[in-house]
Nanobody
Framework: QVQLKESGGGMVQAGRSLRLSCVAS????????MGWYRQAPGKEREFVAG?????????RYTDSVKGRFTISRDNAKNTAYLQMNNLKSEDTAVYYC??????????????????WGQGIQVTVSS
């Protein structure tokens, strides 16, 4: 399994943007589907966005971020991204990236996702 590390989090005002990066080490990520997840205080971790492996031809988003967030990948840089625009206070959470060779695990079986980053805080002030 690859090791993952997130960066790019921080505190922003509502309506602004942030881009999260997830850099992998220990192996190439091109054969891994990638996902972004978040966990707000007192809530369970939830799926935010996912991108299929190799060329990333398919993406999926949770309804609350559709039209505002974009997931992408750059296999040459061994990195996945989450561009977050028009941030809202309800986006405040710790964000995690995950990697797995099985698309289903990224989307629906997060307990089976093989690699996780340590998480990074995103705080949106209203």
């Amino acid at each position: 399994q690859v090791q993952l590390k997130e960066s790019g989090g921080g505190m922003v005002q509502a309506g602004r943007s942030l881009r999260l990066s997830c850099v992998a080490s220990g192996g190439p990520i091109f054969s891994y589907a990638m996902g972004w997840y978040r966990q707000a205080p007192g809530k369970e971790r939830e799926f935010v966005a996912g991108i299929t492996r190799y060329t990333g031809g398919s993406t999926r988003y949770t309804d609350s971020v559709k039209g505002r967030f974009t997931i992408s990948r750059d296999n040459a840089k061994n990195t996945a991204y989450l561009q977050m625009n028009n941030l809202k206070s309800e986006d405040t959470a710790v964000y995690y990236c995950g990697a797995d060779t099985t698309w289903h695990n990224i989307l629906e079986a997060t307990d089976k996702v093989g690699s996780w980053g340590q998480g990074i805080q995103v705080t949106v002030s209203s």
